[in-house]
């Protein structure tokens, strides 16, 4: 199975800036596309970013110029550097990857408990 673990949310002011970390750990064979999706209280759930192995990114309109994805592959871990933030992206923050557990596998999502970013004005 993989485990996710995500670190670096909290409360700050409008303005401000914070990095998320998100660790992928467990048995597994690889893991491709590995992202962020926040769900803003009373909404759905939705994508804030995704980097491919490869370093493709896709960025939410929302968020782009102010949110940056990145990850390292050797370390197994995915970042979200939040600058500029704003009252409205006020969230629980989650992790997902893309991962085989074995080389004959299809690949899964798997997602963290999450983090909360909590921005005020």
């Known amino acids: 199975q993989v485990q996710l673990v995500e670190s670096g949310g909290g409360l700050v002011q409008a303005g401000e800036s914070l990095r998320l970390s998100c660790v992928a750990s467990?048995?597994?064979?690889?893991?491709?596309?590995m992202g962020w999706y926040r769900q803003c209280p009373g909404k759905q759930r939705e994508l804030v970013a995704s980097?491919?192995?490869?370093?493709?990114?896709n960025t939410a309109e929302s968020v782009k110029g102010r949110f940056t994805i990145s990850r390292d592959n050797a370390k197994n871990t995915v970042y979200l550097r939040m600058n500029r933030l704003e009252v409205e992206d006020t969230a629980v923050y989650y992790c997902?990857?893309?991962?085989?557990?074995?080389?004959?596998?299809?690949?899964?999502?798997?997602w963290g408990q999450g983090t909360q970013v909590t921005v005020s004005s």
């Open positions: 997902t990857v893309e991962a085989r557990l074995t080389f004959t596998s299809g690949y899964g999502n798997y």
């Open positions: 980097v491919t192995t490869g370093g493709f990114t």
């Open positions: 467990g048995r597994f064979f690889s893991i491709n596309t």
